[in-house]
């Protein structure tokens, strides 16, 4: 992979990773497009990953910080406390996933693009239906609770699948339970901090101890972690805007043609 590849792939990644359009799915058709194959692939998708991961951290670095000081400051049961609880309940699902799965899902990856085209029509059809029952609900909605919790913690393990998008799936399960728009945004994109990161760390582990080896250099590993990071922070910041002013269906739309491509490139 040349820099400029990397450069690509990472913009990509930044960009898609907070917008409901699946950034696995994106970094699938972008490495078809380039041709960029092989097992530098999965350790170049774990580097902007984890770039984008600290992208969150960056925006939401406000609210990480208060929910830190709440959990670990004083010994009461307090908002903070409930909220990070919550969002440990959240992660389940994708946790048993990652223990259990985790060779079954990476044997998706690299297959082609009929995968990633079924599941980005999927991930339309969530946001189309997600944003027509908040218009018919008219109604505020409530905050997340333990019930949504666990709920929008399946759809995350579900999006490990390529063009199934996380945020988008996260958002949409969300919004389908009726929690409000200005809250299940940041319940999505805080819920993935430790999942990701932990992941990042082990497969950084096997990669210190041989179990996966990669061809990828330092110099597209460097400009695709900033391309991603960059991108990635002005993505997350506008996309919680989105959510707020109710203007999913766009990305609906785009999902669905993009997908559609994909599949019509798979039978011609």
Known sequence: MSWLEALILGIVQGLTEFLPVSSSGHLEIGHALLGTSGEENLTFAIIVHTATVLSTLAILWREVTQLFKGTFTTP????????VAKILVSMIPVFIVGMFFKDQVEAFFGNGLLLVGICLIITAALLALSEWLQKKRQGAGHEVTYKDAII?????????????SRSGTTIATGLLCGVKKESVAQFSFLMVLIPILGEAFLDLLDLLKG???SD?????????????????????????????????????????????????????
Do not use: H
């Not at 990071?229 to 043609?257: D, K, N, S």
């Open 211 to 213: 179990e996966l080896t």
């Open 216 to 268: 990828l250099g330092l110099v597209p590993a460097l400009v695709g972690f900033v391309a991603a990071f960059i991108t990635g922070c002005f993505a997350c910041r506008f996309m919680i805007e989105i959510v707020r002013r109710q203007r999913l269906i766009w990305f609906a739309i785009y999902c669905a043609i993009v997908g559609s491509a994909a599949i019509i490139s798979t039978l011609i």
């Open 76 to 83: 009461k049961w307090n908002v903070e406390k409930d909220y």
């Open 152 to 164: 929008i913690g399946v759809a995350q393990a579900c999006a490990v699948l390529p063009g199934l």
